[in-house]
C-alpha cells in the first residue's frame, strides 16, 4: 500500500516538471487559442500580457504540482 502512495506522488511530481519545464509552449499554444477566440487581431501589448500570464499560470500550476509530489514522496518514504 505505501509503494502505490509513493508511485502516485512520484506521478505528480513528474507531471509538476514536465508542465514547468514545458509552460512556455503550453502558454504559447493557451495564447493560440486567445488569439483564436479573438478574431486573429489583437494589440501587440496586449498580446504579451497575455501570453506571459499565460507562462505564468503553467509555471506556477507545475511548481505546486512537484511541491505537492516531491514532499509527498520524502514524507512516505521516511515513515
Same mark, same amino acid.
Given at each position: 500500500?505505501?509503494? *502505490?502512495?509513493?508511485?502516485? !506522488?512520484? +506521478?505528480? !511530481?513528474? @507531471? =509538476? +516538471?514536465?508542465? #514547468?519545464?514545458? %509552460? @512556455? *509552449? ?5 495564447? %493560440?487559442? @486567445?488569439? &483564436?477566440?479573438? =478574431? /486573429? ?5 496586449? $498580446?504579451? @500580457? $497575455?501570453?506571459? &500570464? %499565460?507562462? +505564468?499560470? !503553467?509555471? !506556477? #500550476? =507545475?511548481?505546486?504540482?512537484?511541491? #505537492? /509530489? =516531491?514532499? /509527498?514522496?520524502?514524507?512516505?518514504? &521516511? %515513515?
Amino acid at each position: 500500500m505505501k509503494n *502505490k502512495i509513493i508511485v502516485r !506522488f512520484g +506521478i505528480v !511530481f513528474v @507531471i =509538476g +516538471i514536465v508542465i #514547468l519545464l514545458g %509552460s @512556455i *509552449k503550453l502558454g504559447t499554444i493557451n495564447m %493560440s487559442s @486567445i488569439m &483564436q477566440i479573438n =478574431g /486573429g487581431s489583437m494589440d501587440t501589448n496586449v $498580446y504579451l @500580457i $497575455y501570453l506571459e &500570464q %499565460s507562462i +505564468i499560470k !503553467f509555471r !506556477f #500550476l =507545475g511548481s505546486i504540482l512537484s511541491l #505537492l /509530489g =516531491g514532499l /509527498g514522496v520524502i514524507k512516505n518514504i &521516511q %515513515s
